[in-house]
């Protein structure tokens, strides 16, 4: 009975600290983001440590179902008329993003005398960023324009890119080693092709049902089921769940009659999972691995940060994007997040060698990331003339 005590009284105390932090974020100018994951560090492990072993246990089915409803409502942003309008930008701009960041990565490191190994790994997941950061905060701002949809739908696709990349250093650091095979090749092309799979296979029978039944409460129970059934045929299948999430409302946005009404509906209620999601974040943060990062770990905060801005506005230029997106889209793309863990972890487990190191280095840069990343995004989404619109 204690350890459902402290949950409840630990949640409720999560929920309304996040009221109480907007207020003072639209005060301060600070993005919610930041707000909350510091007061998650606050009272997390590596502050008070508030947490009990249920609440820490909660930490993955949160985690999961916040993830699935912003996959859903990335997915929403594709749709036809959205990638006629800027379908070639966001193509150009994820694509150099997410590439030009791994090259930028890995012949830095290189350069500096790294481990290839190390230096391909840190490449692959350096392309990854925070889908969930970037989306909260346009939420907060009330962001609107073509700066804002461009945006959602580079961090929409951005991570398909970049998990696509990160398989390819993931194998060239395994031949590297000698300890490559066609498995693990397969596993990771896997993730991403089993997760479009999931998408459309959902996405299908959900579009035709949408439309049919009477907006309202059924349309929130239609959305939240096919949302947790999405979710659970990818954590069956073993592939990424904001990816088949995204897949499946891309799908959903282009297919169903009166497609806008399941995304309302779950924006009505993905506000508390949203501050569950940053504070347990910000808890899962250790501030003592800063202070173990070292110059490699600088040099991969350093590279990925002039590859994302470089690569976006590469991407921009050829795809003639106006001028407010060449300038601002890379500094919108800093955030980096639990996509990146779940890199560093597959590398741990695949190369346990180069891979522990890595997974070090990478924990403690989403410190920085995470952070400061939103704030950057703000200050993007204020100077592309978006906010507030």
Known sequence: ?????????????????????????????LPRVTLLLLFGLLIGPSGFNFFTEMSKASFPLITDVALLMIGFLLGGQLTRRN?????????????????????????????LGINPQIALLLAGIATATAPAATVDIVHEMKARG????ILLGVVAIDDAWGLIIFVVMLTGAGFYAGEANVALFLAGIWDLAGAILVGIGLGVPAA???GRIQPGEPMLVEALG???????????????????????GATIANLAVHHIRPFHAIEHIESPFMILFF?????????????????????????????????????AVISHAPGPVRRWTGMALMPQAGIALGMALLA??????????????????????????????????????????
């Open 83 to 111: 990638l006629r309008k800027h379908g070639r930008v966001v193509l150009a701009i994820s694509l150099l993003a997410a590439s030009l960041t791994a090259i930028m990565v890995l012949t830095g490191l290189l350069l």
């Open 146 to 149: 073509a700066f804002t949809q």
């Open 348 to 389: 741990e487990q695949r190369l346990p060698g180069p891979g522990s190191v890595v997974l070090s280095i990478v924990i403690g840069a989403v410190v920085i990331f995470e952070l400061f990343g939103p704030l950057l995004t703000r200050i993007a989404i204020n100077r592309a003339g978006d906010a507030n619109h």
């Open 1 to 29: 009975m204690g350890s459902f005590t402290g949950f409840f009284i630990l949640t409720g105390a999560i929920l309304l600290s996040g009221l109480a932090l907007d207020y003072l974020g639209k005060k301060t100018g």
């Open 226 to 248: 096919v949302i947790f059934l999405c979710g659970g045929a990818a954590l069956a299948l073993d592939v990424s769940i904001i990816l088949a999430a995204m897949i499946m």
């Open 279 to 315: 504070v347990l974040a910000g808890a899962s943060l250790h501030i003592d691995l800063l202070l173990q990062l070292g110059s490699v770990g600088v040099a991969y905060i350093v590279f990925r940060a002039l590859g994302k801005i470089s690569g976006a506005w590469c991407g």
């Open 208 to 210: 035709f049902l949408t």
